[in-house]
């Protein structure tokens, strides 16, 4: 809760506590490099390291250690010992995650089957009409907080966080359809008065994160499979896909433990078969909503950062402040992994992190080098 709300010292303190209270409780170790500005003692990372020779540590608590030991390593840019501890952690955790590449790659097609040019110009301008949802999404750790911080210091806008809600609503629809037609087919046998209807219903169940504000950010990245979905029901709903370079991306999930989901981003060749089925379901989106879609590039924002800040609340009818280029002085609750990173001005150094493990991605650079 500390580092949600920004209290960096004090959440240091509580973490530095449970491990004085539990000194093999590794997920308070992950907890301090996961704030990304942590930088370990060496008594503690010797701590880890004999940690990890406990044979009766169990594998997720061992995967928490590697990860830690990780970024521990690479802000002393020791990068082969990072990578070592990186690819072991992601190994261990891996074991204890269930994902199949191709359900994922049945799962885009149907909503590619779904979602044609002509069930979109048959749906054109229905459903709710409301401005108010801004959607952010794309792939984890390529901006996308950073998106949100800059939108969120605006005064017409809130903040929110990574709302469930419009997988629930794909639910709901599975439900009150007949036996046997689930979303996203059941999409194409809503009726023009439930379009209208889930588009409320999804501005109803988030006002649970809201104020009276008059727009609203939505920064569920996994969204970006839904977009069909979310223009039946919301056409007028601004999308903004955050995008890296494709290595920067990938090798940033890597090296990432999420707390629960994305189980895709444990192994480099599942990583690089995720990242392509993103890019074709992007695609595929932006040839039936040719120019209403924003592909924000984390590189130009961080190159050019009063431009793109400008054309982005362009692109959400937003007035400019200069409020949002200040940022990282907005003060309320991140829940992502990149909360302490955004509480600071705009830095380069994560451009081109991918090069210090060059040597260890080949399985990356081979399966992407169309997108490189």
């Not at 509580?14 to 060496?42: D, G, H, V």
């Not at 110009?121 to 949100?148: D, H, M, N, Y």
Request: contains cysteine; glycine residues 4%.
């Amino acid at each position: 809760i500390l580092k949600t709300v920004g209290k960096y010292d004090e959440a240091v303190a509580s973490y530095r506590k449970c491990i004085e209270a539990q000194p093999m409780f590794s997920e308070a170790y992950w907890s301090l490099a996961n704030l990304k500005t942590y930088t370990f003692e060496e008594a503690e990372i010797r701590g880890m390291e004999e940690h990890i020779q406990n044979p009766d540590l169990p594998p997720p608590s061992k995967a928490f250690f590697h990860i830690a030991l990780a970024n521990a390593k690479e802000k002393q840019k020791k990068y082969g010992e990072a990578w070592y501890h990186f690819f072991t952690g992601n190994e261990l955790r891996r074991q204890s995650e269930i994902y199949e590449s191709v359900t994922t790659q049945v799962t885009h097609e149907t909503l590619m089957e779904t979602f044609t040019n002509d069930f979109v110009s048959s749906t054109k301008g229905k459903g709710c009409q409301s401005v108010a949802p801004i959607f952010i999404l794309g792939l984890p750790r390529s901006g996308s907080t950073l998106v949100e911080q800059i939108i969120a210091s605006h005064s017409q806008v809130e903040g929110t966080r990574e709302l469930p809600d419009i997988s629930l609503l794909g639910r709901k629809l599975t439900k009150i359809k007949p036996q046997g037609i689930k979303y996203p087919d059941a999409v194409k046998h809503m009726t023009d008065e439930e379009k209208i209807e889930f588009g409320e219903d999804y501005l109803k169940t988030s006002m649970r994160y809201r104020t009276d504000k008059p727009y609203f950010i939505d920064k569920m990245p996994n969204n970006f499979a839904h977009i069909g979905f979310i223009k039946t029901i919301l056409p007028n709903a601004k999308i903004i896909n955050a995008k890296r370079h494709p290595l920067d991306s990938c090798v940033s999930s890597f090296k990432q433990l999420f707390y629960k989901g994305q189980s895709w981003s444990y192994d480099l060749f599942e990583i690089a078969e995720y990242y392509l089925e993103y890019q074709r379901m992007m695609d595929h989106w932006h040839k039936l909503f040719p120019r209403e879609i924003l592909d924000l590039k984390y590189e130009n924002l961080i190159n050019n950062q009063q431009d793109e800040t400008e054309s982005l609340l362009k692109y959400c009818g937003l007035e400019w402040e200069e409020q949002c280029l200040k940022f990282y002085e907005t003060e309320r609750s991140i829940n992502t992994a990149s909360s302490e990173q955004v509480r600071q001005p705009i830095y380069k150094g994560a451009m081109n992190a991918w090069k210090n493990y060059e040597n260890h991605i080949g399985i990356l650079t081979k399966a992407l080098k169309p997108m490189i």
